[in-house]
């Protein structure tokens, strides 16, 4: 991989019970196998753009199951032109 990039996604499911499609979301990104970290807010990706938005745009159809009509994704790009990691900006915090 050249620079990877860190690509952050926040799925907003318009439904009243979110977090099992919120759940749905966040296997499609485990599942892909790129490096990535859930938090509270939001899950986080390391890797190359292409392969990350590529997993953004599944995970967020992966959200429309079971009646849910709307969603709402935010997504956040990080890049640097020597690269951008997930460590890098939070492993002194660790």
């Known amino acids: 991989m050249a620079n990877p990039v860190n690509v952050a996604i926040e799925v907003l499911p318009l439904h009243p019970d979110p977090y099992p499609i919120v759940d749905a979301a966040i296997k499609v990104i485990r599942?892909?196998?790129?490096?990535?970290e859930v938090g509270p807010m939001e899950t986080t990706m390391e890797?190359?753009?292409?392969e990350l938005l590529a997993i953004v745009k599944a995970a967020h159809k992966a959200c429309f199951v079971d009646g849910v009509s709307q969603v709402v994704t935010i997504v956040k790009i990080g890049e640097s032109t020597g690269g951008t990691s997930i460590e890098g900006k939070v492993g002194k915090y660790r």
């Open 31 to 36: 599942e892909s196998g790129v490096k990535h």
């Open 47 to 50: 890797g190359d753009l292409d």
